[in-house]
């Protein structure tokens, strides 16, 4: 494996760091991001773009670095945001659990602390999430929910440069007694 | 047995949520129930940390401006070109003040005027998702605010309630891809289903091809729905045009014109009569006959041997070869780029009250079955 693999790739799965986030955080942080999603916008119309709480999904599925956790995790965000929505309860759930599961498991794979990483995963899981969340529409409730594939590429390049400020915030907020 | 579990227990669990959530949708579509509990967990928990946040924007923001006033009323007698600017400054406030006063004044000049019991909401979120046509009003069911109640503005129909919660509801808007409303066309009364597109416009469905409706011709609630009183604007016809099956028309709504800051709740709709306006067309048009017909008819009243347009074509032909001396049959094509000369036509018979010399009426002006654009001035 050359440098550059060397530094995506962890050679070991276990190897790195395990984040921990006081309880409290990983309360307010998810309801932060959700709230922002819904009052925001109102006065900011292009806010609406930003999919803070996927942001928040991904960063602590990745920090996490345990599927269930993951799973549990998008679970209930994306089940927060379908109550917020007007669509019945599971859409964003599944799709969340999905994007946690999946997420947690690559960090297992990946140096997820490189901004590089988050940059890309932040992109893929925007785009999966987008994609997932239209094709349940499409095939569970029968809805035209639009999809256009360059609209979604630009707001996954957005939402992933978004997400390498908001990773690093959010980095502030690990605990210091991290596990090794 | 328990190392199966412990080697697939990620994927395991990960199937278990899914599954879970598939059996709670099932339950959602199929008896279309809604898992109410949790939705009023949720919008009990976000909602009123945004109606916090609103008051403390609202609350900041008239300090800030109240503060930057005050500090250029001390500059005023210092400098007077920050004099020039704090004018126009104070202007520009007044101007949304104004404005603010306005549209308050507008809604509660409608909230009298209109013959329906309303109540009045501010808008204190959107819904999730980035295609989203949702949003939250602070007025729930401690209020008497219950689902399928509409919401408007002085303007027009803004949407209706989806769900109430103790302390707001949420309101599907009319441009929504799911929201549907009976409308009627204000000239013709052409009824139709308004449904949103997703974007800032709404289309109207289900109008035939053979009726009548004009860009520019607004469009108000006919009441059929029961969840929109009867008379309520609904917005005005940007596009009408003719589709495969049924007319392609495209309103502006006119609900949002004024921004969506304040609405009305209708907790009890009356229907209203809706406004006259000017039909279209009446009575009945006669066309003129065919000139074809009129030369060879000459206005004499016999009928035409010239029935059709092939009878004109083989005629239009025979002249040609007339002209050139050509014999059909023969060797030989005439040029058929040469145009034949006009055959005077039979002096007009005498005899009066002739139809095909009765002057046609005045033609109306014609109904816009092709694709028009709006005029932008409002009726």
Redesign the interface.
Known sequence: MNDLGGHLLMETPRRSRVSRFRPAVFLLVP?AA??F???V??FVEYF??L?L?LLVTVYFALMGRK??AG??LG?IIG????????????????VK??VG?FAA?MSQRFDVDNPAIRLILGFFFFFFH?FF?WVLGRA??G????FDPLQNFA?GMLNSAVSLPVFYALDKLKDRGELR | MDFILNRYRNISVLLAVILAQLVLLAYQVKGNNDVRLIRVWAVTAVTPLARVLEGFRSSTFGFLKDYVVLVDTRAENARLVEELGRLRMENQYLKTELATADRAQALAAFEKRSPSKTIAARIIGTGTGANSKMVFVDRGTTSGVQKGMAVVTPDGIVGKVLASYPTAAQVLLITDPTFAAGVVSEKNRVPGVLKGLGRGACSVEYVEIEEKVEAGEWYYTSGDDRVFPKGLPVGRASVVRTGKLFKEIFIVPSGFQRGLEEVLVVIEGVHQPLPEGQVAAEGSYAMPPPPDEQQSAGGSGQRSDMATDADRVRRQYQRIGEAQGHQFGGPGVPNFNVRPPQQKPPAPAPAAGSPAQTPAPAAPKPAGDSQQQAAPSRP
């Open positions: 309801l959700v709230l999603q819904v009052y916008p109102l609406g773009y999919e709480p599927p269930v799973v549990f679970a089940l927060v945001q379908d109550s917020l929505s007007h669509q019945p309860l599971g859409m964003f759930g599944i659990t999905l599961y498991s987008q969340y569970l409730l809805q035209p929910i639009p707001l």
